[in-house]
Structure formats: structure tokens, C-alpha cells
């Protein structure tokens, strides 16, 4: 098969005030047409300059230096910018990570679509106009033609992303390029989204470059994979094969990292050190120093990329355009092995007869919504958590899981006193915290505090990573100033930074070091609760296994008691204890981890598990195309009776006019409220 394109030997530098970064070394892929190549690896690997290289979008100083990039018969690495913007949209369109910062805030998604077609196509606005409501209708956007004149902070996260789709596709290109598409995505939206992307590339048989760390998006997603390391193709393969047969040290040590293939009573495996600094790239193996399998050998001289196996067709059919097996860089690969298995470990789990450390009962939380104009009468609320009830035991982990608008960031920020419930109540330690007043809670917020998604935004640019974690410890008035500095010290040496970092901006610190930092501060005070408002979402494998042991060893060290929240049910099943399941703001299964998990009695928390990516090929063509399906309702009208009944295949008349109430399903108190559930309820005692 003629490959679409072509990148041979490919060399991208960065220029900085301080030296120059290898993002890209000698770099080969080649992806046919309708074919899906996957390109994987930890933050910092070059997967995405790989991409920005393709798409000549290199950030400032970066130029390409070496080798070609051939698209049919034009090499995309010599056009100058004229010729290159003919070729962006037109030829070769891309799925940027984040859809908000890539659409244009001051433009509707229909004159943003439109622009891209007018550039390319000699069409009249008209024309243009009716091509972006085609191709919005063809990405499944609801009400295609209602929402042109919306502007993207409009529309939920889902939405926007496939606006972003639709932008890429609208001149129909040869090849796409997704990078990291479904990553701020919870995992209803994320199947939804790569199940769009695959008809899309069947349908309309383009070459597919699929940027991403997840795995089990590979493995269900994809041909052929590419492994990166510091900015080199270590190993490349058919889908299948790769996650059967992984050759080089580093791909089994990604797949290692994986939280289901954790042991009942381990720890995750942690990618030991971390990547090399680029900017001066070490001899040998670019591996070695994290390799167990490292001898004098690997770190004299560099491994090349070697054939494994003999030519053959991809996961889908499609021949090989590498016409190469399974070639690898390593002078030590690994033999065949067994796929691990799947059994999750479970946190440290507290005496039953731990006293419980949080109660919330009865917690609604409603949000007004006023017309405009000047007076701004309240014509609604927004439904953002009702009628919630569930107890934390001192030192175990409760995992509060859902989708994106379901009400768990509200519950965090209730948890923590940051918001005041409507009604219903939050006891901490016996005593009942929600109704009071900001000077009665200050000596309260030393025992609870909030660890946020994102750490970047989280903490102040402005300032070092001292003054950061000094803070809290001088507004409770902990301590003299050196005794503030000894143990702003000790922080960092609990969550495994150096003490150099206390000098330091947040901005000079890789996702897992800020995270590790956004912890430190959460510990500053030593509380006695961490309410984790999904702190590894936004993380690599090997960097997400780092924090979540780390999370685990400073609960058992300091008796911590964790609300985790996540929207991924693999992690949480991993780190909890007990799991809370929420859908549009009701709790509608509670119970032990591994029960929720394995055996869930609601059909929503079902449909949730079906839509977790597996690390798995041949478990992911055997899942059948299931999971929660539709949009989520709007919480300022929810449905009547069941919240989910919209959505639900089991429903019936019975859903929309009497609202469920829990129900117990083993004697370990797993609870749901489902008129027709997976599972049978034990009898009703008394």
C-alpha cells in the first residue's frame, strides 16, 4: 500500500536562550490511507512535537533540521509558510488537545468552521455556511443548525470537542492528526469521541495519527502503535502484537504502570528517574539509566531500530506500509510474555470499627438562575447536588466517581467549607460544620483540605514554591519562621522533591512535580482529611503510578483520611476503599470498591465500566459498543422520578413518576436505587 505520508529521518531542535532542545530524532513513521497509527509515551517523549512537526506548528525557535516529511509528492518539511497554509485544513487537519483554547472565543463554531472552508474552497458564504452545518450534523453535534450562532463557552466540553472535529474535517483531508482528543474528556464523552473519530476515518478513508498516553485508547483505537522515548521511535507494531509481545524494557514498563495490572497488595510500578534532559541528550540508550535490564553495553553505544518479526497486515486488515513485523531499539529485548492480569489492588482499608471521621446528610446544593437586565428576578436553579447522604471512616479512601456535570467538584468544594450547602448538613469529627460563619471555620480548614485537578492554575505564578508552601502554615500561625522553614523542608522531602525546588517558579516544574507540590501544601498543616478533586486525570502513566503511590504511602504514614474524585473508574477502583457513584447530582450506587466494580446493581455505574478503555485489544473488539449513550440532562430541569432514566435501557413508565430510593444489595452495605436493578436486593429487614 502507498503510504499517504511519509516522515523519514525527521531531526525538529528548539532554540532557547540557554541552549537548544531535541524534541525529534530521526523520527520514521509512515501511515497508510483508512489506517490508525497510534503514537504513545510519557509527557516529554515528542509525540507532540511530532505531530506540531508534521503540521509545521512549531512553537518559537523550533525549526525542522533534518529529514522529510512527504505528503504524496510534496515534502512538507521544505514549503515555505505560503505554500505550508495551502496544505493545513486542506490536506492535513488536526484535533488539538484542548478545544477551548483552540476555538476562538469572539467567533461562532459556524463562522469559525466556515473560515476554514472559505480559505480552501472557492465557495460564496452561503455555501461555506451550509458546509459548516453539514459537517456539524456529521459529527452527531445535537441540533446542528440551532447551535452555528453559539460561541464555544456555550457548549459543554464534549460539544466543543466535536466542534473541533468538525473544523478539522471540513475540507474532507487526507490525513488527521488527533492529539490527545479525548484527554479533559470523562469517559462517557471519551468513547463517544474516538467511536466518532474511527466511523469517521472508515467513512471517509483518511490516514489517522492518533497522539496519546493512554493505553487502552491504543489498544482499541488503533493499527499499528509507535512507542517514543526521548524523542526516538523505540519500538513499532501491529496493535495486537505490541500489547502481546512488548520487545523493548520501556513499552512492558508503561504497560507495568497500568492500575489493573496491579497486584492485590502492591504498590503500582513506578517508571524509576525520569527522562533525559534533551537539551543534552546522554550516549548510548536513552533508556539506560532507567532500565533494568541496562548493561555497559547500552550505555556505550545507541541501539537502532531492528525487525523482530517478518512483514504483516494490521489489527484491521490493512497490509503494513513499514513492511516491517515488529522492529525495536534495544540490545536486550524482552521474550514473549503473558498479558498481566487484571486484579486491582485496594487501598489501605481502616478497622470496621473506625469511628467515622465525615457525615453528610441530606446536602443540596442549588444554584440561582436570573434573567437579565436590571432587576434579574431568579427564573430557576440549577439542580447541582440533591439530597446526597454518605459517611467517611477515619483512614480509608472514599472514591466519588461520575460524569462531568454530575455534582462531584460541588461535593469537594462543600466538603472543604469553601461553599455553603442549601440545605442538609457536613459533621466533621462529630461536629457540624456547614451552617457556620467564615471566623468560626478558620480553625476548622487546618483539618480538611482540597488537593485540585489542575495545579498549574492552582497555584500562584507569582510565586516560589516557599512562599507557596509557607503560606497556610503563617495564616494559622504555625510556628516561628524557622520552625516554618524546617518543615516546608520535611514537605518536600515527603513527596520526593528536592529542597533546590523551594527557589523555584511553578512554571519551571513538569504536570507530576506541581502536582507533587499542590500535595505538599494540602499536607502543610496536617490535616486529618485531603479531598483529591481529580488530581492524576491530566497525568501520564508512569508519573500517575509516582502520585497515586505516593498518595498511598502518606495516608498510612500520617493516618490520612481521602474523598478521591475521579471520573475513572479503574483508578478509582484502585485507590478506594468505598466507592460513591453520582449522576446528575443524586448518589445512585454506594458500596466497597471491588463490589461497585465487579458487580454493580445500577445500570448507569454499568454503563460507566463498559466505557473504560482496556489495555487490551482483543478485549476491546469484544466489548460490544455499549456505555452510557445520549447527553446529560440539564440539572436546572431534570427528569422527573429517575435522573437517569433518559439514558436508560431498563426504563419504563414506572422511572418517570417515582424516584427510586436506596436499596441494599449485600450485607457489606452496597446500595442503589434502580427500580430494576442489575442485581437482587437482599430482603428488607424489619
Not at 490527545?180 to 490516514?207: F, H, N, S, V
Not at 444489595?665 to 434502580?674: D, G, R, S
Request: charged share 25%; aromatic share 4%; proline share 7%.
Amino acid at each position: 500500500m502507498n503510504p499517504v505520508v511519509t516522515v523519514d529521518d525527521l531531526h525538529t531542535d528548539i532554540a532557547l536562550r540557554k541552549g537548544v532542545v531535541h524534541p525529534v530524532s530521526g523520527v520514521d513513521l509512515a501511515v497508510g490511507k483508512g489506517e490508525s497509527l497510534g503514537i504513545v509515551g510519557e509527557s516529554g517523549c515528542g509525540k507532540t512535537m511530532t505531530a506540531l512537526s508534521i503540521m509545521r506548528l512549531l512553537p518559537p525557535g523550533g525549526r525542522i533540521v533534518r529529514g522529510s516529511i512527504r505528503l504524496g509528492g510534496t515534502d512538507l518539511a521544505t514549503l515555505d509558510d505560503a505554500g505550508m497554509r495551502a496544505v493545513r485544513a486542506d490536506r492535513v487537519g488536526m484535533i488539538f488537545q484542548d478545544p477551548m483554547t483552540s476555538l476562538n472565543p469572539c467567533m461562532t463554531i459556524g463562522d469559525q468552521i466556515s473560515e476554514t472552508v472559505l480559505l480552501h474552497r472557492e465557495l460564496t458564504r452561503a455555501q461555506a455556511s451550509e458546509r459548516a452545518a453539514e459537517v456539524l450534523d456529521l459529527v452527531g453535534l445535537p441540533r446542528a443548525k440551532e447551535r452555528m450562532d453559539a460561541y464555544p463557552h456555550l457548549l459543554s466540553g464534549g460539544m466543543r470537542q466535536r466542534v473541533v472535529i468538525a473544523m478539522a474535517l471540513a475540507c474532507e483531508p487526507e490525513l488527521l492528526i488527533a492529539d490527545e482528543p479525548t484527554t479533559a474528556l470523562d469517559a462517557t464523552i471519551q468513547k463517544q469521541i474516538l467511536e466518532l473519530i474511527d466511523d469517521l476515518r472508515t467513512r471517509l478513508g483518511m490516514a489517522m495519527i492518533l497522539v496519546t498516553h493512554d493505553l487502552g485508547v491504543v489498544a482499541g483505537h488503533t493499527d499499528r502503535v509507535a512507542v517514543m522515548y526521548a524523542g526516538k521511535i523505540v519500538e513499532t507494531s501491529a496493535t495486537r502484537e505490541l500489547f502481546d509481545r512488548p520487545r523493548h524494557p520501556y513499552t512492558e514498563a508503561l504497560f507495568r504502570a497500568l492500575p489493573e495490572n496491579a497486584g492485590s497488595d502492591r504498590r503500582l510500578y513506578a517508571i524509576p528517574g525520569l527522562p533525559p534532559d534533551l537539551s543534552q541528550p546522554p550516549q548510548g540508550c536513552r533508556f539506560a539509566a532507567r532500565c533494568a535490564y541496562a548493561t555497559e553495553e547500552c550505555r556505550a553505544g545507541e541501539p537502532e531500530l531492528t525487525d523482530a518479526g517478518h512483514p504483516s497486515v494490521t489489527d484491521a486488515g490493512h497490509p503494513s506500509v513499514t513492511d516491517a513485523g515488529h522492529p525495536f531499539a534495544c540490545f536486550h529485548p524482552l521474550g514473549p510474555r503473558e498479558r498481566a492480569a487484571r486484579n486491582p489492588a485496594t487501598s489501605f482499608v481502616p478497622a470496621e470499627e473506625a469511628a467515622p471521621l465525615l457525615e453528610v446528610r441530606n446536602l443540596v446544593r442549588e444554584f440561582p438562575v436570573t434573567s437579565n437586565g436590571v432587576l434579574q428576578r431568579k427564573i430557576g436553579a440549577v439542580s447541582a447536588v440533591a439530597d446526597v447522604s454518605f459517611t467517611v471512616r477515619a483512614g480509608e479512601t472514599f472514591g466519588l466517581v461520575g460524569e462531568s456535570g454530575c455534582g462531584k467538584s460541588t461535593i469537594s468544594r462543600l466538603l472543604v467549607a469553601a461553599d455553603t450547602p442549601t440545605s442538609g448538613s457536613i459533621t466533621f469529627e462529630g461536629t457540624e460544620i456547614s451552617s457556620r460563619s467564615p471566623r468560626e471555620l478558620r480553625r476548622y480548614r487546618r483539618d480538611f483540605q482540597l488537593m485540585f485537578q489542575d495545579p498549574y492554575a492552582a497555584l500562584d505564578p507569582r510565586m516560589r514554591v516557599r512562599s507557596i508552601l509557607r503560606e497556610p502554615l503563617a495564616i494559622q500561625h504555625r510556628g516561628s519562621a524557622a520552625d516554618q522553614e524546617t518543615a516546608i523542608a520535611m514537605l518536600l522531602d515527603e513527596v520526593g522533591l528536592p529542597r533546590t525546588a523551594l527557589a523555584k517558579y511553578p512554571h519551571e516544574f513538569s504536570g507530576g512535580q506541581r502536582q507533587r507540590i499542590g500535595l505538599a501544601r494540602a499536607l502543610a498543616l496536617r490535616p486529618k482529611l485531603i479531598v483529591a478533586d481529580e488530581p492524576v486525570s491530566a497525568l501520564d502513566v508512569s508519573v500517575q503510578a509516582q502520585i497515586l503511590n505516593l498518595m498511598r504511602d502518606l495516608q498510612r504514614e500520617h493516618q490520612l483520611t481521602y474523598v478521591f474524585i475521579s471520573h475513572d473508574l479503574s483508578v478509582v477502583r484502585y485507590v478506594s476503599t468505598t466507592i460513591g457513584v453520582m449522576y446528575l447530582g443524586k448518589l445512585v450506587e454506594i458500596g466497597p470498591a471491588e463490589q461497585v466494580y465487579t458487580s454493580p446493581a445500577h445500570p448507569y455505574t454499568r454503563g460507566l465500566i463498559d466505557t473504560i478503555p482496556l489495555a487490551d485489544p482483543d478485549g476491546e473488539q469484544q466489548k460490544a459498543k455499549v456505555g452510557v449513550r445520549g447527553e446529560l440532562p440539564s440539572a436546572m430541569k431534570p427528569p422527573s422520578g429517575c435522573r437517569f432514566r433518559t439514558r436508560c435501557p431498563r426504563a419504563t413508565g414506572k422511572c418517570a413518576e417515582e424516584e427510586p430510593t436506596m436499596r441494599q444489595f449485600t450485607e457489606q452495605a452496597h446500595q442503589a436505587a434502580c427500580h430494576y436493578p442489575l442485581q437482587q436486593p437482599i430482603p428488607h429487614r424489619g
